[in-house]
């Protein structure tokens, strides 16, 4: 019989909604229930494409006799981490706290307040290298909270007032320097691995928000260390076993520092914001390897995450059948060498294992390796690799294909609208921009109330419950922006205008300028999270100040401008510091340095001159340069007004910091306006 979770739209949830045990979702009514019962809350947070999180379901929440124990002594809570982010950012900060560590499943013990006393992640079904059985947690729990009641409420008291002490660090509320921006290149200098790409040792995530910063710090300073960087992480990345050699796109992270084994699951984040970096990487270097991952994973996300509705899923998941009814982590991409000669024959069997790496001890596990591009002595022919890849994508079509979570997330979707829209324009490809245009529309048919108030969610044409936080707000308007200055069609920019003027209004701090991660209307937690570092994707906060600083280059605003710079104080606070973690934050920061450069291109639609004036002003490197294109007399967007054509000519203008170049109808002119 299913429990309370099959009403919900969550594909993370549903998955649990005929387990045994009987679940709640996240609601005042469950914690009324456990108020009324006496009984503690179990809460157990994940995500649908969660590898550990399906194994702990399979072991411990499908067996009928721990559902009992849980049933009788618990009232048990199940939230999807990717629809309720200020949940799970709540809990996951009490969790670090008290162990030092954290990750999903989140596994955590409520008072019916809602204040934490106990924590873990995953617990096995028996004792397990020093780790308790998940049932002789539960009996400690409820041994505790029976006995042991008034020691049980101290502790959650104790861990409530810690973390509403934990408060920011938040600096002087003035955007970075010169001087600061040079101090987090050098920080990020120090954690480079320069043997294979990337920050840090394993597990190693592909590291695209810094890479955003590396990019725009070099087009600022010419500093070529910072391109040489980023160029090299990308290709590392790009060559190793995280990205998808037969059907493009990335996963999540790679269980080694070089690249080779990923976790396989693919988010749409990920690959939004690495589409993203690969085509600004290509406008920067013209890199053939940059263009084809970027149009290679622009395709993944069309063809593999768009939904019917016009949106984009959340991911798949790493787990799939391998073929015998059993789910293992990986059975869809690894192959073996006696795999590839039952598809493509001897001979190509041998140039594709050399190609791809493919080992009799293969690379993962029982003899399977996963594909990579190894640097190599000598040539390929490009024809055969061609015909071999297509043949081996083929078979793998036939395998049964990874789940998909097909809810919609507000922010994701942002970021792959400005992905799509950009790399669509860069590479001549209006089929994506047509894909993000669909998103862009989706987010505003069914996320958007009459209020301009975002739903977090979406799944099947029908908006989630959850109210948008910080992120949402900040990455929809920020592909908002990016859709105005591809397609110069100005309501993109009206309704980014709209979001953001929520972020000021909801989720500003008045005094210190800094920002929340939730509505001031919103649920009350037992703390209003606020944080300004970005983990898998950039934080709601620095995300927030690139927008903010995007829409007063396009508009002039002046409360817009303002509010981006006081937010940014944080970076000049943190960057230096710890810059591998407020990447998105520092590339903001670029953009504040250089003005940023707003780009007015004036002239009809259908002149080839206005096109290509156009083009060269969205591949301008400057970071963060703002683009406008119209007609003449237009005010469909505020950078074109009292913009007329010069000599009866397109022309384009180019301002940054109050100041105006001379209007240029010269495609090399403009070119070298927005260069360093």
């Not at 009324?32 to 411990?60: F, I, N």
């Not at 592909?206 to 960087?229: C, I």
């Not at 085509?279 to 270097?285: E, K």
């Not at 703390?527 to 995300?543: H, M």
Request: hydrophobic content about 40%; proline content about 5%; some cysteine.
């Amino acid at each position: 019989m299913p429990n309370r979770l099959a009403h919900e739209t969550s594909p993370y949830l549903l998955q649990h909604a005929d387990n045994p045990v009987d679940w709640w979702p996240w609601s005042a009514e469950a914690f009324e229930e456990a108020d009324r019962t006496g009984k503690p809350v179990l809460l157990s947070v994940g995500y649908s494409s969660c590898h550990w999180c399906h194994v702990m379901a399979h072991e411990s929440f499908e067996d009928q006799e721990t559902a009992d124990y849980l049933n009788a002594h618990f009232v048990n809570v199940k939230v999807d981490r990717e629809e309720r982010p200020d949940v799970d950012a709540v809990y996951m900060e009490a969790v670090q706290a008290a162990t030092g560590q954290g990750g999903w499943p989140m596994t955590v013990f409520l008072t019916p307040g809602a204040e934490p006393f106990y924590f873990g992640t995953y617990f096995p079904p028996a004792p397990r290298q020093g780790s308790p059985s998940f049932r002789q947690v539960l009996e400690g729990v409820h041994s505790a909270w029976t006995d042991r009641r008034d020691e049980v409420a101290e502790v959650a008291e104790k861990i409530v007032r810690d973390l509403a002490g934990r408060e920011i660090g938040f600096g002087d509320a003035q955007a970075p320097g010169e001087e600061d921006l040079a101090r987090a290149l050098l920080g990020l200098t120090r954690d480079y691995d320069a043997a294979h790409g990337g920050f840090g040792g394993a597990p190693k995530f592909p590291p695209s928000m810094a890479v955003e910063f590396l990019l725009r710090h070099h087009a600022r300073t010419g500093a070529e260390g910072a391109l040489q960087m980023a160029a090299d992480t990308c290709e590392r990345m790009a060559r190793g076993g995280i990205y998808d050699q037969l059907g493009g796109g990335f996963a999540r992270y790679s269980v080694d520092r070089e690249w080779v084994v990923p976790h396989f699951e693919k988010m749409l984040y990920d690959n939004a914001l690495l589409c993203r970096v690969y085509a600004h990487l290509w406008r920067a270097t013209g890199s053939d390897l940059a263009r084809r991952v970027a149009l290679e994973t622009a395709d993944f996300m069309v063809r593999e995450l768009r939904t019917n509705e016009g949106g984009f899923a959340s991911a798949l998941d790493a787990d799939s059948d391998d073929g015998t009814g059993k789910h293992v982590e990986g059975a869809y991409y690894v192959w073996t060498p006696a795999e590839l000669r039952e598809v493509l024959g001897e001979q190509d069997a041998e140039v594709a294992a050399d190609y791809f790496g493919v080992t009799e001890e293969g690379s993962f596990e029982e003899g399977a390796s996963v594909l990579q591009l190894p640097q190599r002595e000598g040539v390929f022919d490009a024809a055969r690799i061609d015909s071999v890849k297509a043949r081996l994508k083929e078979a793998r079509d036939g395998r049964p294909a990874p789940g998909r979570d097909d809810k919609v997330v507000a922010a994701w979707n942002g970021l792959a609208v400005a992905a799509l829209a950009e790399t669509g324009a860069y590479f001549d490809r209006p089929d994506l921009v047509d894909a993000a245009v669909g998103a862009a529309d989706l987010l505003v048919r069914l996320h958007l109330d009459e209020h301009a108030r975002l739903a977090r969610t979406s799944k099947d044409g029908r908006a989630g419950a959850h109210a948008g936080v910080l992120e949402d707000y900040a990455d929809v308007a920020e592909g908002f922006l990016a859709l105005a200055s591809v397609t110069g069609e100005g309501v993109w920019l009206d309704f980014a205008g709209f979001l953001l003027d929520h972020v000021l209004v909801q989720f500003t701090d008045e005094e210190s300028g800094g920002l929340y991660d939730t509505a001031a209307d919103a649920e009350k937690l037992i703390r209003r999270p606020q944080d300004p570092t970005d983990n898998a994707t950039p934080s709601g906060w620095s995300a927030a100040a690139g927008a903010l600083l995007s829409y007063a280059a396009q508009t002039g605003s002046e409360p817009h401008r303002a509010a981006a710079e006081r937010a940014l104080g944080v970076v000049k606070a943190l960057g230096p510091r710890v810059p591998r973690f407020i990447g998105w934050g520092l590339a903001a920061a670029e953009a504040q340095l250089d003005g940023p450069r707003e780009v007015a291109v004036v002239g009809p639609a259908e002149d080839p001159a206005t096109r290509e004036l156009h083009r060269v002003a969205l591949l301008a490197t400057a970071p963060g340069a703002v683009v406008a294109v119209g007609a003449p007399g237009s005010d469909e967007l505020p950078l074109l007004a009292g913009r007329s054509l010069v000599g009866g000519e397109p022309t384009a203008y180019v301002c940054r910091n109050f100041t105006c170049d001379a209007p240029t109808t010269d495609v090399e002119r403009l070119r070298e306006a927005l260069g360093r």
